[in-house]
């Protein structure tokens, strides 16, 4: 007997989670702007009991969510930091996180600030290099977080290897997708235990929205961590839930214009003599580009380049965009610039980001879905204040 025809990425971005309301025939989720839910009698439910624990909009969006990473459970949560804070509490006083060394500031902070002070230490390293890995593992490691491409400097980790490596060791692996998408990478495909999002960035793509999703296919794990998004209580509202939903549904469209006019950034910045080094996986002068291309589809929205300038000139060119804005967060339709160094990073001791590789003289683009010719002229513009 064949085996049903899986649907393509694109037709679970528009259904999977969602079917027309049965009352009325809507084609849209609804938004259940309800807290609580009357019941039949004592614990008789139709499901639902009270908004924080469950909601038929967050259903919805989770169920699709999951979907889309190829996973069969999905969690939802009111920033992606709320989404990493719930997996964090998995842990206990005297156990060992192994994490990326490049990676964004919030997750850095929460570490380093939140949970050291309950007794859970962690390592930062470079999981690009081989060997690292291993040579950082403790008999009290439970958890590896990565982030591939990482945050900012757009390095790609071997999922396949560092799940393999992981899980022989019956230690937990945390794959933060946010910037390649479900539509780029799949880690759960890959080995990985548990992957995350901001749904904040190119899941909602709008800049109107912020949550966070943890997805995975282990019903235990996900049981576990269904109560700490219960008891915790950073859930999401159903109007952003009903957001990443609208989102989620041209995502596959958005990522495609992205990544075209991310390569042709990438590629203008690469050939002009003001720019030190360009970062971007499709590039193949990136140190990881074999590798980006043997786990992702394309390279994504995302370009970081390095001018041949001073922290305030760097600055200055930030500051003189017409097209591109200067803001924090990332992945909407349209294009941002960013500072790490005294913007989304600056919660990292400047020792420890230039260890890790992070120059003050750095800037992060979010290429957005505008014309490529009218971004390029924009950083060329912008570009002549290094003289």
Not at 323 to 350: K, N, Q, R, Y
Not at 354 to 380: C, F, N, Y
């Amino acid at each position: 007997m064949k085996s049903e025809r899986k649907a393509g990425f694109g037709t679970l971005a528009i259904h999977a989670g969602q079917s027309p309301d049965p009352t009325t025939g809507a084609i849209m989720t609804p938004v259940y702007l309800t807290s609580t839910y009357v019941q039949e009698a004592p614990s008789k439910t139709k499901g639902y009991d009270y908004s924080r624990t469950h909601n038929p909009t967050r259903t919805a969006l989770e169920q699709n969510l999951a979907a889309l990473e190829g996973g069969k459970f999905g969690l939802g949560f009111a920033s992606g930091m709320a989404a990493i804070h719930c997996v964090l509490n998995l842990l206990r006083a005297g156990d060992h996180v192994i994490a990326g060394n490049d990676l964004y500031g919030g997750t850095y902070r929460i570490l380093q600030t939140v949970f050291a002070k309950f007794g859970v230490e962690t390592t930062f390293v470079d999981l690009t290099v081989p060997g690292r890995l291993e040579a950082a593992f403790r008999d009290s490691t439970k958890l590896v977080l990565v982030e591939t491409p990482t945050n900012p400097l757009l390095r790609c980790c071997d999922l396949t290897a560092i799940a393999k490596v992981c899980r022989q060791r019956k230690v937990l692996t945390l794959a933060d997708n946010t910037f390649a998408t479900p539509y780029l990478q799949n880690p759960l495909a890959l080995g990985c235990d548990i992957v995350t999002h901001s749904t904040t960035k190119y899941l909602g793509g709008h800049s109107d929205v912020v949550g966070g999703v943890l997805i995975t296919n282990d019903a235990e794990l996900h049981k576990r961590l269904a109560h700490f998004q219960n008891s915790c209580g950073g859930t999401p509202g159903p109007m952003d839930c009903f957001l990443v939903l609208r989102g989620t549904k041209t995502l596959h469209i958005r990522m495609e214009r992205h990544c075209q006019n991310a390569m042709q950034v990438a590629k203008w910045l690469e050939a002009d003599t003001r720019v030190a080094r360009v970062l971007y996986p499709w590039l193949p002068s990136h140190p990881n580009h074999a590798l980006a291309k043997r786990q992702m589809r394309a390279g994504g929205g995302m370009v970081s380049v390095e001018l041949k300038a001073t922290v305030a000139q760097a600055k200055k060119v930030c500051s003189s965009f017409q097209v591109f804005s200067l803001a924090e967060s990332l992945g909407g339709v349209e294009s941002l610039v960013d500072h790490p160094a005294t913007m989304t990073h600056a919660s990292i001791p400047p020792a420890a980001r230039r260890a890790a590789g992070l120059e003050d003289g750095l800037i992060r683009l979010s290429v957005g879905i505008e014309d490529a010719d009218d971004l390029i002229a924009d950083l060329d513009r912008a570009m002549r204040r290094l003289k």
